[in-house]
């Protein structure tokens, strides 16, 4: 069937073919059922296959080759298959999130509900263009949810390994979901706690990107509960970690390298770790300050007023205090990784991970 | 556990009873996510907990029982709770469907997303009361989705029982999502044949809520190739004619019995058999006629205007050629199944089931 991958590029390929051969095995039942659904289901493979880094499978199969799995084995491809429907689950989480967020682009395209509105233009249908992109972006997303589950019960994993990685699997899509409840819940209540915006990081990011991930592959390869708990440890820090650099991104990140306009956090009104940070500082020490941030966040802002509020959540020392936090979270992760049963290779390859994850600057 | 049901009304307290204890355990993941996610999902309890007729989780276990299944045997418990997760894919469905259609009520209550901008509204919360209450309702109904899953995968039927059902729960999925991506999709684009509703018909609602559920209820129980075809013929048939029977109620019924306002499908647009077969009988006999209808549908009709669209569709026969389809279909469900190697028992509890369907004035 696939090459095991045996490098991040032939991992990369292994897994889109991987999709790709599900998407191909679904084709006689969207074809039974007829009509232009099938057309429909080509915009949501397209979606899939052009996206992303892969980096929850990427997650799971080193998780599973460093608890003993063996990359030229006959589980290979069945594991394969099993950590590539992550992408599924992850398909359904953005088309939702842009139709949440009212996202106009992902991954350089326009996001599947503007595609669709898209169409229905240039198709000059009835009704409203925006409506109907959002429609069908909503049933598309529940369809790759539904395939995602598929695709692991049709994975071939054995028996056994279904049993281990049911309560991790379930665990995970309940846990994504409650972080994005929370997220689009906090935006709106106006919760502006440290202790809020870390729930949420763990949750919609730090859980679903990296510790469950590698749950899912500890549990596939029978791993013992000391490894399993050294993953989650390592997957909690690292992926926390992951999700602050993002939010020093969002705000302090170059617009030539993250692709998206300089501030974008502030703009958009994220509630981040970062932004409560100063917001507990100014709170604490300068109450002006404080009503500077509340006013700044969220608003239509200038490319002046950006520079102002990156200026004083600097001076207030949220970036220093984000990054610090970054750091230990790095290190503890680490720790906890050393020292567990991961073979030497996979430790090695998890570290390049975490610390790619740090440093990077988009 | 839950006592196994016997008649009509235990049925349904035992489909409640094993969708509360499913809810009660997933409170664990929820609680440990936390903030007001529990919160969240308990809106989507009371939802699943006040509604329905379970029609779908009746129509899987009267399956189980004319294949053989043992309503005292010690796998009656794991079946029921296996059956009952069809309301969490319904779940999903409706509270999707409600956002689709801006729906505002459901069950005598307000939909989930009209619950959820009233809460930001009462609360006084930051943005758009209605772009909220969408995006949580699009994020529960995922939730239900997942949950769905995860009661099928908990249920505690047999690793073959798992095996036998899985291409069922998967296709059933695939059809409802594709049956109401069609339905959205022409509505836009006017597709306006008998061919494209029927369609329609067939994957939203037969295949969904009769023919899958009894094959899932005959997979669980093992059932033979030819009691499984029989099951699928009948609910193919009966399911087509539920959908047509609905589709006269939604243009003819009466609003104190439907609780719907009436000709309702007129005003919304939907594209029905009935409508369908209207518009091609007067397409091939009177242009002007056409024109009538055309001009009519999904338009903001006055009751003399729904009136007159009323006496139109049934002096052109479409009616008559409705009830007619009804007939037939219900005459070869109901031949299949006598022809079946059901149980007697169950061959009478579904024959009731059909003949109630076709005579339901609601």
């Known amino acids: ?18 999709l790709r051969a599900f998407f191909e095995s679904r084709r006689p039942l969207t074809e039974a059922v007829g009509g232009t659904f099938p057309d429909a289901t080509a915009a949501l493979e397209a979606f899939v296959l052009r996206g992303g880094k ?45 139709i949440i967020d009212s996202s106009a682009t992902r991954r350089g395209f326009p996001t599947l509900h503007v595609e669709f509105a898209h169409r229905h233009t240039v198709g000059g249908w009835a009704g409203e263009s925006a409506k109907f992109g959002e429609s069908v972006a909503i049933l598309l997303g529940d369809l790759a949810l539904a395939w995602a589950d598929d695709m692991v019960r049709e994975s071939g994993v054995d028996a056994a390994a279904h049993a281990r990685i049911a309560p991790v699997w379930s665990a995970m899509r309940t846990e994504v979901l ?15 706690s440290v202790a809020a915006a870390l729930r949420i990081n763990r949750y919609k990011t730090a859980a679903y990107t990296i510790e469950r991930p590698l749950h899912l592959g500890a549990a596939l390869a029978g791993a013992d509960d000391a490894l399993i708990s050294a ?39 994220k509630r981040t770790v970062l932004f409560a940070e100063a917001l507990a500082r100014a709170d604490a020490s300068d109450p002006g300050t404080a009503d500077f941030l509340r006013r700044g966040i969220g608003a239509d802002l200038t490319d002046e007023q950006v ?22 979270l790095t290190t503890a992760g680490l720790r906890a990784l050393d020292a567990s049963t ?14 790619a994850v740090g440093r990077r600057s988009a």
């Open 1 to 18: 069937m696939t090459t095991p991958p045996g490098s991040a590029t032939s991992l990369l390929s292994a897994v889109e073919a991987a």
């Open 307 to 328: 520079h102002r509020m990156r200026q004083v959540i600097t001076d207030l020392g949220a970036v220093d205090a984000v990054q610090s936090r970054i750091d230990e």
């Open 178 to 192: 409650g972080g994005q409840y929370l997220d689009v819940s906090t935006e709106v209540t106006g919760d502006e």
């Open 231 to 269: 993953y989650r440890e390592f997957g909690t820090d690292i992926g926390i970690a992951f999700q602050l650099q993002d939010d020093l991104l969002g705000v302090f990140g170059d617009p030539a390298v993250t692709g998206k306009p300089s501030g974008d956090d502030l703009r958009e009104g």
């Open 342 to 355: 991961a073979s030497e290779s996979a430790k090695d390859e998890l570290r390049a991970m975490a610390v």
């Open 54 to 98: 892969r980096i929850r499978p990427a997650f799971a199969w080193t998780g599973w080759l460093g608890a003993g799995g063996d990359p030229s084995g006959p589980d290979a491809d069945a594991v394969l298959r099993a950590c590539s429907a992550l992408e599924l689950v992850q398909a359904c989480a953005l088309v939702h999130d842009d």
